[in-house]
């Protein structure tokens, strides 16, 4: 079965702060995990994304951590930018997607 | 050049009616989708078509019928709507190779029912 637990649902930090946002499943098969950004009125897009044979991966100032044996997985964006304001989708499995509930990120300046 | 485009993109109607939305992905991909996004933001599945073929078919009302007369395209029909169907209809489209996939989203069909 999918569940995917999402937090936080809100997360509001400074300019050139960092942000991290977690995210647990349920189902220990499974082994592909996407981020997705969506700004607002917008659609969602892929962000990164990891596999489960991979503990990190990143991309400049994103990152992305799986813990498999906690069956949770972590998105951390660095020196955070107005640009980065959006709500951030944490999502498990590869044809069938079962998305976090969303975090609203606010960038203040 | 649009890769996944869907329409219409607004939608206001009254309960009771029938509306369909279209989708049509120009990437050569598969596998289609449509997602809800209600207004807590929530993105649920709904159906997924491969190869025209349905694969996935979540807890959706009988009123909501997907049609895919190609892979390309990915329609869905909605009868007698109701005010809980208003929402953010996405159309997306699998890319990416085995085990891995990014998820085309259209732009969304804001559907309002009063």
């Known amino acids: 079965g999918e569940n995917v637990e999402q937090h936080p649902s809100t997360l509001s930090v400074q300019e050139g702060d960092s942000a991290v946002i977690k995210c647990t499943y349920s189902?220990?098969?499974?082994?592909?995990f996407p981020w997705y950004k969506q700004e607002l009125g917008k659609r969602p897009q892929l962000i990164i994304d990891?596999?489960?044979?991979?503990g990190e991966k990143k991309d400049q100032r994103i990152a992305v951590t799986l813990n498999k044996t906690a069956k949770h997985f972590s998105l951390h964006i660095t020196e955070t930018q107005p640009e980065d304001s959006a709500v951030y989708f944490c999502?498990?499995?590869?044809?069938?997607?079962?998305f976090g509930t969303g975090t609203k990120l606010q960038v203040i300046p | 050049d649009t890769a996944v485009s869907q329409t219409p993109k607004y939608l206001v109607t009254q309960m009771g009616n029938d509306k369909s939305i279209k989708c049509e992905q120009n990437?050569?991909?598969?596998?289609m989708y449509w997602y809800k996004q209600d207004s807590k933001k929530f993105l649920k599945i709904m159906f997924s078509?491969?190869?025209?073929?349905?694969?996935i078919n979540e807890t959706v009302p009988n009123r909501f019928s997907p049609k895919s007369p190609d892979k390309a395209h990915l329609n869905l029909h909605i009868n007698s709507l109701e005010l809980g169907d208003s929402a953010v209809y996405f159309c997306?489209?699998?890319?990416?190779?085995?085990?891995?996939?990014?998820?085309?989203f259209g732009e969304g069909s804001r559907l309002t029912v009063l």
């Open positions: 999502g498990e499995g590869y044809q069938k997607v079962t």
């Open positions: 189902d220990s098969a499974s082994n592909y």
């Open positions: 990891i596999r489960s044979n991979v």
């Open positions: 990437l050569g991909h598969d596998t």
């Open positions: 078509y491969n190869n025209k073929e349905l694969i």
């Open positions: 997306a489209s699998l890319g990416g190779g085995i085990d891995t996939g990014e998820l085309f």
